[in-house]
């Protein structure tokens, strides 16, 4: 081979070779190439999973959101709750009466006047004045239920079930909590002109003008009943 032909070979060989450099140069990730030729890091996430949630490559990963879960309400979030009953939101109205024979009983409610519900409930405290205002001596007040109350007024057999525990009574905005008071009348008895109650765990007391005369030295009082009850 002559060294004409031979230097030739040589230059074809050559350029060739830099053709092929500068195609496999072309194809490499354009990401890379322009963070060799900035000599700036660049931090890159197409190896691991994507960012859902944002235009930044660098942001914190998101996780894949997981199946909806039932989560339990708090139970101190009851919007039924109520605070109890004050005295300054109560008044007490006389709302019935009944008759049997010589025995006699009175309907008397709470009536709620304030803007929210309360509760309330028990036995009402109760004493029993004359004309000057002072209490009735040597009187007792027996608790008993309603139902024995009932059979005193419609001449059935006495009831002598103990008298349930104190229920809690929630009392809507103009709506009333009610109770009853029995008792024995005749000639010769203390005269009764008014009668006075407190709301249970209460002090403060309201005047019911009812004038009466009280027998036996004693009268009966029923728990509180929501205005639902049946008498």
Not at 78 to 95: F, M, Q, R, V
Not at 173 to 186: D, L, R
Not at 198 to 224: D, K, M, W, Y
Request: include cysteine; hydrophobic fraction near 35%; proline fraction near 8%.
């Amino acid at each position: 081979m002559t060294p004409l032909l031979s230097r030739l070979l040589s230059i074809t060989l050559a350029g060739s070779l830099a053709i092929a450099w500068s195609f496999m140069e072309g194809c490499a990730h354009p990401t890379h190439a322009s963070a060799l030729k900035s000599g700036t890091p660049v931090l890159l996430n197409e190896d691991g999973p994507r960012n859902h949630g944002g235009t930044n490559p660098n942001a914190p990963y998101t996780m894949a959101a997981g199946s909806p879960q039932l989560v339990k309400r708090s139970d101190a979030t009851g919007s039924t709750a109520s605070n109890p009953c004050e005295s300054k939101d109560l008044a007490i109205t006389e709302i019935a009466a009944a008759v049997n024979g010589n025995y006699r009983a009175v309907k008397l409610a709470f009536d709620n006047q304030g803007l929210a519900p309360c509760h309330i409930g028990g036995y009402p405290t109760i004493s029993l004045l004359d004309k000057t205002g002072t209490p009735v001596a040597n009187l007792v007040v027996d608790r008993v239920t309603t139902s024995t109350l009932s059979a005193r007024l419609s001449e059935g057999p006495v009831q002598t079930a103990a008298a349930k525990p104190d229920a809690q009574i929630t009392v809507a905005p103009k709506g009333e909590a009610w109770f009853q008071i029995g008792w024995s009348t005749g000639q010769d008895c203390p005269v009764v002109t008014r009668i006075s109650v407190s709301a249970p765990g209460s002090t403060e007391s309201f005047s019911v003008n009812h004038p009466l005369t009280v027998c036996e030295g004693r009268v009966q009082i029923t728990t509180l009943h929501s205005d639902q009850d049946p008498d």
